[in-house]
């Protein structure tokens, strides 16, 4: 699983060399965020897949018109539509307004571009019925990936919704989307998304965590509004690098996880005066999980399953 970290502009030199980005519409502002986007994408385009978010978690979200034209500027790969968190019906309804200008004969110039949809849905049974609405009209609409927006382990209550998610759109539709994880949930749910096969993961939380001070394997939630404030916090003041690097190179060793990987040490940590450890392993079942507290032997394979 490829991931795409997303930067502040006073951070982009953690992202050069990576072959997949996530553009923020809320960094545009920055005339060097947008500069160094607009010129990458003219020189490396071949060899880069640059991704235009829609600015919907951010609170900024564009009009399908103005969305595609800068995704036109800026030569992206993929365009992310215009969604309501949590709105099955909305978020259909801004999908077929966005296709619709996109088809509109005054585009006939501009670069066509692969559309990806986030799912929404309060039930996965709203959001597998949006999954089949959109599939029907995928054809003809370069319709290439679903989107699982990291919000729906929240409107739906349920942690394991994305992971139930791409193992639907997979043996429903036996390949024909690949599957995106808009944003960063869990370490448990990274390998077990990147065993499964999803395309790409975007996310800012190496540089969030470090932010705040943390590591990214420490295992603490971040409410969005906490995120965002860190976001911009971080133009002004950069977090340690030395964290962000570790907890970018601990994400990709997440990321690109394999099933030889037998067992997997996540992390370790101190609780209530004693080391506990995570390893993860994988099975038939799929990747299962579990703590070792202090002293106690990590063996090659636990018993029952510790999904997480």
């Known amino acids: 699983m490829e991931i795409a970290l997303i930067a502040p502009p006073s951070l982009l030199d953690y992202v ?5 980005h996530m553009v923020l519409p809320v960094y545009l502002k920055d005339s060097n965020y947008y500069r160094y986007y607009y ?10 897949h640059t991704m235009l978010d829609c600015g919907a978690y951010e609170g900024e979200a564009l009009g ?9 500027d800026l030569r992206a790969d993929e365009v992310i539509s215009p969604d309501t968190m949590g709105d099955a019906v909305a978020s259909y309804k801004k999908l077929t307004k966005l296709l619709s200008y996109r088809k509109h004969p005054s585009r006939a110039h501009k670069r066509n571009f692969h559309i990806m949809v986030p799912v929404q849905g309060r ?8 999954v089949d609405r959109v599939a029907a009209i995928a054809a003809g609409n370069a319709i290439k990936t679903f989107g699982l927006p990291k919000c729906l382990v929240e409107t739906t209550s349920w942690a394991e919704i994305r992971i139930t998610l791409l193992r639907y759109i997979q043996e429903r539709y036996e390949g024909a989307f690949d599957v995106h994880l808009l944003g960063y949930n869990s370490h448990g749910e990274t390998l077990q998304a990147a065993l499964r096969g999803a395309r790409s993961m975007d996310t800012s939380m190496p540089f969030v965590v470090a932010a705040a001070g943390w590591s990214l394997g420490e295992h603490k939630q971040i409410p969005r509004d906490r995120e965002l404030d860190l976001r911009e916090a971080m133009t002004s003041t950069p977090p340690d690098p030395e964290l962000v690097k570790g907890n970018i190179d601990l994400l990709d060793a997440w990321a690109h996880i394999s099933s030889s990987d037998q067992p997997y040490l996540l992390t370790s940590s101190p609780v209530d005066g004693e080391t506990i450890t995570r390893a993860l392993y994988v099975g038939e079942q799929g990747p299962e999980s579990r703590m070792f507290h202090d002293g106690e032997k990590i063996i090659h394979k636990p018993e029952g399953n510790y999904n997480d």
């Open 123 to 130: 039930s996965v049974e709203e959001c597998y019925a949006f």
């Open 16 to 20: 050069k060399n990576r072959e997949y």
């Open 64 to 72: 399908g018109s103005e969305l595609l034209n800068l995704a036109h």
């Open 39 to 48: 010129e990458r994408t003219s020189i490396l385009a071949p060899v880069v």
